[in-house]
């Protein structure tokens, strides 16, 4: 093929073709430069954006299940408190108990002594009916009648698996300190109540059992979440060495490829001119 061709102009076509790749490879390093990613969609690396899109949703199931877990942090945090105030009743209405076990308490000092301590059993209901946290409730609805629950499971990790925390059958418990004047009445009865083997103190043990129970349950809430948000900050630091441009190394190849385009521009000019000079052959 003639090199002094005015139809084919082979020196611009190598021109042109070198002034395309630099293009495309401006506009890809550009769109690194203004998304900060390396790999921002599909087309970029198909492969990586497929991982990193994966990396993501963990993120952001991670996220959600930290966000139940913060949930169900308050709502053990609301039950403790409500129990730990039950606990310190007890020890009081137990001092009241003591007294009425006493056969030398009688008549009007009686009588005070028993509505002191169902005064204190109002308060333990109280306590019960407000251990709820946004709607919820780990001890159930307190009428004073014996009821049954289960437990209440929550999300704690991204694949759904969950962590189960027993609920407390509150209104049994205290229907079974919710003594009759009749049985605070006569200081035998009342002995009956507060031995080892009697009903108050083995509810007194039971709702330090709950304590303890609930206790270990916020513990490892708070472990759960501390774990999580540690994944978090790993997959994030992953994503970022996978998918992230590095910005000094891209500001570099800018200046590099704005420079080749200039260049290159000027010479597709000069070779779509070099069939100018084949006139001067026909003067």
Do not use: C, H, W
């Not at 190598?14 to 921002?40: C, D, H, P, Q």
């Not at 408190?81 to 000092?109: E, P, W």
């Amino acid at each position: 093929m003639s090199l002094n061709s005015v139809n084919t102009n082979m020196t611009a076509q190598i021109a042109l073709a070198s002034l395309n790749a630099t293009n495309s490879s401006l506009a890809a390093t550009e769109k690194k430069i203004s998304t900060g990613y390396r790999v921002s969609d599909a087309t970029d690396d198909g492969a990586a954006y497929a991982v990193a899109q994966r990396v993501r949703s963990d993120v952001g199931s991670l996220t959600s299940a930290n966000q139940q877990l913060g949930n169900v942090k308050g709502l053990l945090s609301t039950t403790l408190t409500g129990l730990n105030d039950v606990s310190n009743l007890m020890t009081t209405a137990r001092a009241m108990l003591v007294k009425l076990a006493d056969g030398n308490i009688q008549g009007s000092q009686r009588t005070q002594y028993v509505q002191q301590y169902q005064s204190l059993l109002a308060n333990v209901k109280s306590d019960f009916q407000d251990a709820g946290y946004n709607g919820k409730t780990l001890v159930g609805d307190i009428t004073g009648s014996t009821g049954t629950f289960g437990s209440v499971g929550v999300i704690r990790n991204e694949v759904g698996a969950t962590y189960s925390i027993a609920t407390f059958g509150a209104s049994a418990f205290f229907a079974s300190l919710n003594f009759t004047s009749t049985q605070l009445g006569g200081a035998g009865t009342v002995q009956g109540l507060i031995t080892a083997s009697g009903i108050f103190l083995k509810k007194l043990d039971t709702l330090g059992t709950k304590l303890n129970k609930y206790g270990a349950a916020s513990n490892y809430v708070d472990a759960q979440i501390s774990y999580n948000s540690d994944k978090i900050d790993s997959l994030n630091s992953g994503l970022g060495s996978l998918i992230d441009a590095d910005l000094a190394k891209e500001s570099a190849t800018l200046q590099a490829l704005q420079i080749r385009q200039q260049l290159g521009t000027q010479a597709l000019s000069i070779a779509n001119q070099a069939p100018q000079t084949l006139l001067s052959l026909f003067k």
